[in-house]
């Protein structure tokens, strides 16, 4: 634990370590570091690379191909939750992330006659485009390559004209206390747009975005009807959440 503690302070100071410096500096073996890193990865307290590790930095963005691989098998667990909520007919609206990716891919299976697809993502327009029952609507706006998302005053301006029954919104961090939020300050703008034209709003986060902090908020956690995220969750966080009317489903 100790070990741990220092390699995540080393991460921190350093912005990037590699596996072989780590054994070499604690006087340890490679696979006993990469458990390590590992452990930390896995509650969110770095970004495990290959052969090391990166700084989990609240204010940066985290590129998509990065987070697809962080913490999958959550990401995909709460996926099939939030497609048991889609129903036949409806108007969904699908927030760039790799979680809401995950929803894309279920949505691919599920036996339905129609389902309109609003999203601001090329990767989950690109998984949808070809799908019989999707019928597929994207804004404008300016493309950014780190989340494949497009955003902007044009992307707002476009969903202004829009109702969706569900957002699936993919959130980078929620505190209770101050609310959803993300790095980016034009998503943020977008996200709001897109909770204001939504008749439910149900956000999709894994456990290491609970009780994290960033630059720019969305909304406070008020404006949420229901959180989807994983069995790692906070119970105090949980509890929290709940005492405040939102319904909390643990994947």
């Known amino acids: 634990a ?8 080393l991460v921190q100071t350093q912005g990037r370590v590699t596996v072989d410096e780590l054994a070499e500096r604690f006087g340890t073996s490679v696979v006993t570091i990469r458990s390590d890193l590992n452990s930390l990865a896995s509650t ?3 970004l495990r690379t290959h052969g090391g590790a990166l700084a989990q ?5 985290v590129p998509i ?11 995909a667990r709460i996926a099939i939750e939030a497609a048991k909520m889609i ?10 992330g790799s979680t809401t990716e995950e929803i894309a891919k ?6 339905l006659t129609s389902l309109n697809v609003i999203t601001n993502a090329l990767n989950i327009a690109a998984l949808l485009a070809t799908v019989p029952h999707v019928n597929l609507i ?6 950014r390559p780190n989340s494949f998302s497009l955003s902007g005053p044009q992307a707002v301006a476009a969903l202004q004209g829009l109702y969706a029954d569900r957002l699936f919104l993919g959130v980078d961090s929620l505190d209770p206390d101050i609310g959803l939020m993300t790095p980016h300050l034009l998503e943020a703008q977008l996200n709001a747009q897109m909770m204001k034209i939504s008749r439910q709003v149900v956000a999709v986060a894994d456990a290491s975005k609970l009780m994290k902090r960033n630059l720019s908020v969305i909304a406070p956690v008020e404006q949420l009807d229901v959180l989807i995220t994983d069995t790692g969750a906070d119970q105090a966080i949980v509890d929290q959440l709940r005492g405040r009317g939102i319904e909390v489903v643990l994947a």
């Open 2 to 9: 100790a070990r741990r503690r220092l390699i995540r302070e």
């Open 44 to 46: 969110g307290a770095v």
């Open 57 to 61: 930095r609240d204010t940066e963005e």
């Open 65 to 75: 191909g990065v987070k697809q691989k962080l913490r999958h098998e959550q990401k």
């Open 87 to 96: 129903r036949d007919g409806e108007t969904i609206l699908l927030d760039s």
């Open 106 to 111: 279920q949505i691919r299976g599920l036996r």
């Open 138 to 143: 994207m804004p404008g706006g300016q493309l």
